[in-house]
C-alpha cells in the first residue's frame, strides 16, 4: 500500500499473525457528510503509512466510491497497547473483492491522510513486535536450559541444606520432649483435683446429712442450722472453684495437643530463619526454592522473597519454632470465633427472611410459592422467577436511555465531552422524581454518569458488545473481537455499587436490519453457540452480577440465548408498534406470552423496550404507556419504557428533527420539556413499590 498520495508506490509491510479490529465510517472527502454508519474491519497487515483491512458486508456502491476516491474513511484503530481506540483519516489505495454471494468479503489497502505521529509509530512497533515474537520464545527455551543448570547447581546446595536440617529437627524434637512434659504434668495436676473434688462432694453430703437431721429435731438451735448452712454453702463454693480449674486445665491440655500437632507437623517441614538485607526477621518453613527467590510459608500465609533482598538464612531457635507453633494456633483460634460469629449472623438473618415472607400471586398451572421481600444475601441475585438487589425483591421501573445531542454524533465517544454535565445530573435528578429506578443504556457509560446514577440511587442495565445482522457467526476472528470488547468493558465497571446487570445484544435477532435475520442463514445452533461464548466470557469475569439481552418476538430465531441467559430480555411493543396501535387487548396478549416464557424457562423477564411515538399521534402517548404499564403485572421483574429523549440523529440529519417516527419516541423533548407521557410514567411508576410483590397495576388510577 502507498504511503504516500503521489510517486513511486513502495511497499514495505508487514504481515500480521494476529488481527485487531478497526471500525470505519465512510465519508465524503471535505469531512462534511456521512455516508454510512461505522462498520468493523479487521487488519491483515500493517506499514508505515497505511493498512491492509478486511472488511465483511460492504456495500458495493461504498467500495465503487472508494474505488473511485470520491470518499475516504474515517478509522478507530483498536489497538492491545492502546486504553482507547486510535482515531484517523484515511484514502483508499487499492480495493479487491475477495467474496461475492452474502456476506460479501473485501480487502481494502488505506494510507493515512490523518494521524497522529505518535500512534502511527506505535503501530508499527507493535506489528513489528508481532513478528518478533518467535525470537522471543526461542530466547525463553535458551534460558530455560539454562536454568536447567543452574537448578543442578542447586541440588548441590540442598543436599548441604539437608545435613542443617536435620540438626533443625532436632531442636523440634527437644521442643516436643518438653511439651510432653508439660502434659504429664497436667495429667497428674487433673487427677490430683479430681481426688479433691470427690473429697469435697463427700464433705458436702455428710454436712447436708446433719443439716436434715438438725432441721428435723424440734429442739435444734437456730444458730446450729445456720452454721451448718453457711459450711454447706462453703462446700459448694470450693467445688465449683476445684471445676472451674478442672475445665481451665482441660483447655490447657487441648491447647497443648494443638500445639504439639503444629509441632510435628514443622518437623517434617523445613523451619528457617531469614535476616532481611532491609532490616526484620521472617520465622517460617520453606516450601519452595529456585534460584532467584524462596517462598516461605508463615501463620499469615505464603511470601516470596527474591535472594537479593535476603541477608542470610539460618535455623531458628528452640523458643522461636516454638512461638511459630503457637501463632499459627492463636491464628487458627481466631478464625474460628470469627467463623462462628459469621453463622451467628447467618442464623440471625434466616430467621429474619421467614419472618417476612409472604404468599405470591399463584401462576397458572403451578402451586402457590413462597416468595420473599427480603433476603440474607446480596448483591443481585435471581430467584424464584424473581430479581433482588441488596436483598430486597427488585422490580425494574425503567427507562431507556441514549447520549445524544441535536447536530452532534450519538454516543458517549460522539457528544458526552460536548453536553455538560449538569444536563446528565438534570435528567437523573427527574427520573428519581419520575419513580424510575433503573436506566438501560446502549453502550457503557462513562464513568461520571454512573457517579450521578449512585448518587441518585438508580440502577444500571448496561449493553458492553453489539453482535448484529451484519456479524459473521462462522468467525472465530469476530467472536474473540466481541468477547474482548464485553469483557474490558465488564472488567471496568463490574465493582460499580449502580451496575444491576449486563446486556450483551439488542433486537436479535436482527430482522429490522438490511442484511436480515442470521438464524436462517447460519443455523439456529449455530448463532446461539456464538451468543453464548460471549455469556460464558462476561461470566467468566463477573459472577456477581446477571446477564441479559433483548430479543424481539413472535420472528424466527426470538429464542436466541433463553437457554442460558439469567435474565430474559423482550423488546414488545405492547398493545402495538406505532401506526399498528391495538390497544388494551392487544397489550394483553402480549403480557401472557411473556409470562408463559417465563414458567417455561424457570428465568425472570423483563420488557427491555416499550412506548409510543409522538410522532404518530401527539395526544396518545400518555394513554398508550397508561396501557403497556397497567397490562405488564408484576408477574413479569420489570419494564423499560423507550426512551427518555426524543434523538434526533435517527431520521436523516442530525441537526434537525426530520419527519420520521423514530425520533419521537422521547418521554421529554430533546431540551427536557415533558410530554403527556412523561405524567403518566411518574404517576404509575410513584404507585408501583420497588418490591412489588402483590402490587396489582390494573387496580392503579
Given amino acids: 500500500m502507498q504511503t504516500q498520495k503521489s510517486g513511486i508506490e513502495r511497499r514495505r509491510y508487514i504481515r500480521l499473525s494476529t488481527v485487531f479490529p478497526v471500525e470505519f465510517e465512510v465519508i465524503s472527502l471535505d469531512d462534511k457528510e456521512v455516508l454510512c454508519e461505522f462498520h468493523q474491519a479487521f487488519t491483515r497487515d500493517v506499514s508505515e503509512g497505511g493498512m491492509c483491512l478486511e472488511i465483511n458486508n460492504l456495500k458495493d456502491d461504498l467500495a465503487e466510491k472508494l474505488n473511485r476516491k470520491s470518499a475516504k474513511l474515517r478509522l478507530q484503530i483498536n489497538m ?32 493515512y491522510e490523518k494521524i497522529s505521529e505518535k500512534e502511527r509509530r506505535g503501530i508499527v512497533g507493535h506489528a513489528r513486535f508481532l513478528t518478533l515474537r518467535p525470537l522471543f520464545v526461542g530466547a525463553a527455551i535458551l534460558l530455560l536450559v539454562v536454568a536447567v543448570a543452574v537448578t543442578r547447581v542447586e541440588l548441590i546446595k540442598k543436599e548441604a541444606l539437608r545435613k542443617e536440617t536435620e540438626k533443625k529437627l532436632a531442636l523440634i524434637e527437644s521442643e516436643r520432649t518438653k511439651l510432653a512434659q508439660a502434659m504429664e504434668e497436667l495429667k497428674v495436676s487433673k487427677g490430683g483435683l479430681e481426688s479433691k473434688i470427690i473429697a469435697f462432694e ?40 476445684l471445676n472451674l480449674e478442672l475445665g ?11 500445639q504439639l500437632k503444629v509441632l510435628e507437623e514443622i518437623k517434617a517441614s523445613k523451619p528457617v530463619k531469614v535476616t532481611l538485607a532491609a532490616g526484620g526477621i521472617i520465622v517460617g518453613k520453606v516450601i519452595l526454592e ?72 399463584k401462576i397458572p398451572g403451578e402451586p402457590d410459592q413462597l416468595v420473599p421481600r427480603k433476603i440474607a444475601d446480596r448483591g443481585v441475585v435471581i430467584r424464584e422467577n424473581r430479581i433482588y438487589a441488596d436483598g430486597s425483591l427488585f422490580y425494574i421501573k425503567g427507562v431507556a436511555y441514549g447520549i445524544s445531542a441535536p447536530g452532534l454524533p450519538p454516543g458517549a465517544d460522539g457528544c458526552f465531552s460536548k453536553i455538560p454535565l449538569s444536563v446528565f445530573e438534570n435528567d437523573f435528578r427527574m427520573m428519581k422524581g419520575a ?23 438508580l440502577k444500571i442495565i448496561e449493553q458492553v458488545v453489539y453482535p448484529s445482522a451484519y456479524t459473521d457467526y462462522s468467525s472465530e476472528v469476530e467472536l474473540k473481537a466481541l ?13 460499580r455499587k449502580c451496575i444491576l446487570m449486563w446486556s450483551i445484544w439488542n433486537d436479535a435477532p436482527f430482522c429490522y436490519d438490511e442484511p436480515g435475520n442470521p438464524v436462517p442463514r447460519y443455523g439456529f445452533d449455530t448463532v446461539n453457540k456464538f451468543m453464548k461464548e460471549i455469556y460464558l466470557a462476561v461470566k467468566a469475569v463477573d459472577k456477581g452480577h446477571p446477564v441479559t439481552a433483548a430479543n424481539i418476538l413472535k420472528v424466527k430465531g426470538y429464542d436466541l440465548g433463553f437457554d442460558f441467559l439469567d435474565v430474559i430480555g423482550c423488546n414488545a411493543y405492547i398493545g402495538g408498534h406505532g401506526f399498528n396501535w391495538r390497544g388494551h387487548d392487544e397489550a394483553v396478549k402480549s403480557v401472557k406470552e411473556m409470562k408463559a416464557i417465563s414458567r417455561k424457562y424457570k428465568k425472570p423477564v423483563i420488557i427491555t423496550e416499550t412506548g409510543y411515538s409522538t410522532f404518530v399521534k401527539k395526544d396518545t402517548q400518555d394513554k398508550a404507556l397508561n396501557t403497556q404499564i397497567k397490562s405488564a403485572e408484576d408477574d413479569l421483574a420489570g419494564i423499560v419504557i423507550f426512551e427518555w429523549t426524543d434523538e434526533w440523529w435517527k431520521g436523516g440529519n442530525p441537526s434537525v428533527q426530520d419527519k420520521h417516527i423514530e425520533e419521537y419516541w422521547g418521554i421529554l423533548t430533546w431540551d427536557r420539556k415533558p410530554k403527556a407521557g412523561f405524567e403518566t410514567v411518574s404517576k404509575l411508576f410513584n404507585s408501583i413499590p420497588t418490591d412489588s410483590l402483590g402490587y396489582s397495576p390494573l387496580a392503579a388510577n
Fill in 290 to 361: 529456585t534460584a532467584d527467590s524462596v517462598r516461605v510459608e508463615i501463620p499469615t500465609g505464603v511470601i516470596t522473597l527474591r535472594r537479593e533482598l535476603i541477608t542470610s538464612m539460618a535455623t531458628p531457635s528452640e523458643e522461636e519454632i516454638a512461638e511459630l507453633a503457637r501463632e499459627r494456633i492463636r491464628l487458627e483460634l481466631r478464625a474460628k470465633e470469627v467463623e462462628k460469629q459469621r453463622d451467628i449472623e447467618r442464623r440471625k438473618a434466616e430467621e429474619r427472611g421467614k419472618a417476612e415472607k409472604v404468599i405470591a400471586k
Fill in 80 to 111: 492491545p497497547f492502546s486504553s482507547k481506540p486510535i482515531e484517523a483519516i484515511a484514502e483508499a489505495a487499492w480495493i479487491k473483492k475477495t467474496k461475492e454471494h452474502h456476506p460479501n468479503k473485501y480487502l481494502l489497502g488505506v494510507y
Fill in 435 to 457: 419513580g424510575i429506578n433503573t436506566i438501560r443504556t446502549y453502550e457503557p457509560f462513562p464513568d461520571a454518569l454512573l457517579d450521578l446514577a449512585e448518587k441518585y440511587d
Fill in 202 to 241: 463427700r464433705e458436702k453430703a455428710d454436712l447436708e446429712d446433719k443439716l436434715a437431721a438438725a432441721k428435723s429435731e424440734a429442739m435444734s438451735k437456730p444458730e446450729e442450722i445456720a452454721r451448718l448452712e453457711s459450711e454447706l454453702a462453703k462446700a459448694n463454693q470450693k467445688t465449683d472453684a
Fill in 483 to 495: 468477547k474482548r470488547m464485553a469483557t474490558e468493558a465488564v472488567k471496568k465497571h463490574k465493582n
Fill in 248 to 258: 481451665k486445665v482441660a483447655d490447657s491440655r487441648k491447647e497443648l495437643e494443638a
